[in-house]
């Protein structure tokens, strides 16, 4: 079994930080890329950030220059530091990872979900 656990949603006023974690943890042989979604009320899931094995870094337009994404592939773990926060980043952000099971197929596996509001 695979599972993926965030931690680190909350309040936080606008212009505000917060960082999210997400922990893989089970019958891993190899995570590949790991990312972070958000969906808002009534809106689809989006990507907010991506990350490769090798560290390449993908961010959707609406986070340039204030999300950052990074990853402890020791510890398999993913983070997204999350600063000037607004309105607009309120959502449930989910975690997602790409990984090989010991003796299993590869493929994405998702975390439950942490929800983030900005609001003074």
């Known amino acids: 079994q695979v599972q993926l656990v965030e931690s680190g949603g909350g309040l936080v006023q606008p212009g505000g930080s917060l960082r999210l974690s997400c922990a893989a943890s089970?019958?891993?042989?190899?995570?590949?890329?790991m990312a972070w979604y958000r969906q808002a009320p009534g809106k689809q899931r989006e990507l907010v950030a991506s990350?490769?094995?090798?560290?390449?870094?993908n961010y959707a337009d609406s986070v340039k220059g204030r999300f950052t994404i990074s990853r402890d592939s020791a510890k398999n773990t993913v983070a997204l530091r999350m600063d000037s926060l607004k309105p607009e980043d309120t959502a449930v952000y989910y975690c997602?990872?790409?990984?090989?099971?010991?003796?299993?197929?590869?493929?994405?596996?998702w975390g439950q979900g942490t929800q983030v509001t900005v609001s003074s």
């Open positions: 990350i490769t094995s090798g560290r390449s870094t």
């Open positions: 089970g019958s891993i042989f190899s995570i590949y890329d």
């Open positions: 997602n990872a790409e990984i090989e099971k010991l003796f299993g197929i590869r493929r994405p596996y």
